[in-house]
C-alpha cells in the first residue's frame, strides 16, 4: 500500500510528457488535435453558468437596451481579444500557461502567477460547486446544500482525473441541453413581462428603482472579471490547435457566443424573476419543467467545475513538479472545501479578479511579442531565467493600478476600465524595466546549490 501510495505521488517527467495533457513541456504534434474536437469542447468550456451569474447581477442594475447589450458585447469583446492574443502565443508555442510563466517570469518566479491563478480558480470552483448544491436545494444553508455540494465537488474532481477527453465528454450534452433550457427561460421571463416592449419597461424601473446601480464602464469591468481568468489562460486549450485559426475561433466561441447568450439570458431572469438561477422560475412551472432546468444546470455547472478544476491542475503540475493526478486530488478536495461557503460572494470575487489577474499576463504578452518577437523554441524555455524582477514588478504596477482604479483612488471607475488600465501598465512596465534592470541571470548559468 504504501509502495502505490508513493508511486502515486511521484513525479516521472516522461509519464507526463507523453500524457494526453502533457504539463510538463511543449505538446508534439503528435499531441496536438484536431479542430473538431477543440471548437466542441470550446463551445463546452464556454456555455459556463458565469455567464447567468453576471448577467443577473447586470439586469438588477442596467436597463436592458441599450446599457446591458451595450456592457456585455464591450466587455465580451475585450476578453476576446485577451484571449486571442495570449491563445495564439499558445498555439504558436504549444506550451500552457505554466510553461508561459516559467519562460517570463523564470523557473522561481513563475511560482507568484501560478499560486495566484490556482487560488483564484479553486475558488471558482468552490463557487460553481455551492451553485450545484444550492440548484438542487433550493438555498444555502440547508443540509441538503451541504450533502449535495460534497458530491458536486468529488464529482467534478473524478471526472477531471482523465484530463482533456474527459471535459470533451461532459461538454456536448451539457451544451445541448443548456441552449435549449436558456431558450426557454428567455422566452418565460419575456413572456411573463407583457413581451418585448413590457419587458423593457420593467427593465428600465428596475434599474431606475435599483439600490446597486451599475455605471456603463463599472458594468463592463464585472464582464471583464467574470471570465479574465479563461482569457489569460487560453493557452491551456490553444496549445492543442493545429492551426492559428483554431486559436482564435476557441475565444471567440467561448466569449462572443457562449458568454454572450448566457449573460443575456441572465438578465432576462433578474429583471423579470429577480434571479439568474432558471431552476428557481421554473419551480413555479411545474415537476417536470423543474427537474429539466435542474438537470440543465447541473450540466452546466459540471462543465464549469471540470474547467476550473482542470485549469490550475495543469499549471500547478508543470511548476510544482507533481502528477496531474495528485494535483487534481489536492486542487478538488479543497475546491470542495471552499464551496461550501463562498458561493455568496460572488459579486465581489469577480470585482477582486477583474484587478490583480489581468496584470499577470501583461509580462507574457509584452515578452513574447515585443522582446522575442515570436521567435521561440523549446531550447529557449529551457534556457529561461531562475527569475525575472522585471515580471514580478510589472505585475505588482498593474496590479496596484488596477485596484487603486477600482477602488476610485487613482483615476476613477467611471472614466477607465480598472482591468484593462491593469493590463495595459503591466505591459509598458514590463518593457521599460526589462529594458532598465540588469538582464536576469539563465537556469543554466545558475550557480548549483
Known amino acids: 500500500m504504501i509502495e502505490r501510495l508513493k508511486h502515486w505521488w511521484s513525479w516521472d517527467p516522461e509519464h507526463e510528457r507523453a500524457s494526453a495533457d502533457n504539463p510538463i513541456a511543449p505538446l508534439s504534434a503528435d499531441q496536438r488535435r484536431g479542430a473538431g474536437p477543440l471548437l466542441t469542447l470550446a463551445f463546452g468550456w464556454g456555455f459556463l453558468v458565469t455567464g447567468l451569474f453576471t448577467g443577473g447581477i447586470l439586469g438588477a442594475g442596467q436597463r436592458f437596451w441599450p446599457d446591458i447589450v451595450v456592457a456585455t458585447f464591450a466587455g465580451n469583446f475585450a476578453n476576446f481579444v485577451i484571449g486571442a492574443v495570449v491563445g495564439y502565443i499558445g498555439y504558436r508555442t504549444a506550451c500552457n500557461s505554466g510553461l508561459l510563466y516559467r519562460l517570463v517570469y523564470g523557473r522561481i518566479g513563475a511560482y507568484i502567477p501560478v499560486l495566484i491563478i490556482a ?111 479563461g482569457a489569460i489562460v487560453m493557452a491551456e486549450y490553444t496549445r492543442f490547435a493545429r492551426r492559428a485559426w483554431v486559436a482564435i475561433a476557441i475565444p471567440f466561441i467561448v466569449m462572443i457566443i457562449a ?32 427537474y429539466i432546468g435542474i438537470v440543465g444546470m447541473s450540466l452546466a455547472l459540471w462543465t464549469t467545475g471540470d474547467a476550473n478544476l482542470y485549469l490550475p491542475v495543469i499549471q500547478t503540475s508543470a511548476v510544482f513538479r507533481r502528477p496531474q493526478r495528485v494535483m487534481t486530488l489536492l486542487c478538488g478536495l479543497i475546491g470542495t472545501l471552499v464551496g461550501l461557503g463562498i458561493y455568496q460572494r460572488f459579486g465581489q470575487w469577480i470585482e477582486l479578479l477583474a484587478s490583480i489577474v489581468p496584470p499577470l499576463i501583461g509580462p507574457v504578452i509584452a515578452h513574447y511579442y515585443f522582446v522575442m518577437r515570436t521567435r521561440f523554441s523549446e531550447a529557449t524555455l529551457e534556457a529561461g531565467p531562475v527569475w525575472n524582477p522585471a515580471a514580478i514588478l510589472a505585475y505588482v504596477v498593474g496590479a496596484t493600478i488596477a485596484l487603486l482604479n477600482a477602488n476610485n483612488i487613482l483615476i476613477s471607475p467611471e472614466t477607465v476600465v480598472p482591468a484593462l488600465s491593469g493590463l495595459v501598465a503591466s505591459v509598458v512596465a514590463y518593457l521599460l524595466a526589462y529594458a532598465v534592470l540588469p538582464k536576469p541571470a539563465k537556469a543554466s548559468e545558475a550557480v548549483p546549490g
Open 119 to 229: 487560488v483564484l480558480l479553486i475558488g471558482w470552483q468552490g463557487i460553481v460547486v455551492g451553485a450545484f448544491g444550492s440548484a438542487w436545494a433550493g438555498n444555502t444553508d440547508s443540509s441538503t446544500f451541504y450533502v449535495v455540494a460534497i458530491l458536486a465537488g468529488l464529482l467534478f474532481t473524478a471526472t477531471t482525473y482523465f484530463g482533456v477527453k474527459g471535459l470533451e465528454s461532459v461538454s456536448i450534452p451539457a451544451v445541448i441541453v443548456l441552449v435549449l433550457v436558456g431558450l426557454y427561460a428567455a422566452w418565460l421571463n419575456i413572456d411573463r413581462a407583457g413581451g418585448w416592449g413590457g419587458f423593457l419597461e420593467l427593465s428600465a424601473a428596475t434599474a431606475a428603482a435599483s439600490d446597486t446601480p451599475l455605471s456603463p464602464l463599472r458594468a463592463i469591468n464585472l464582464v471583464i472579471g467574470s471570465w479574465i481568468v
Open 259 to 290: 458568454q454572450w447568450f448566457l449573460q443575456i439570458v441572465g438578465a432576462l431572469g433578474g429583471v423579470v424573476s429577480g434571479t439568474f438561477d432558471f431552476t428557481a422560475y421554473l419551480r413555479a412551472e411545474g415537476v417536470v419543467l423543474m
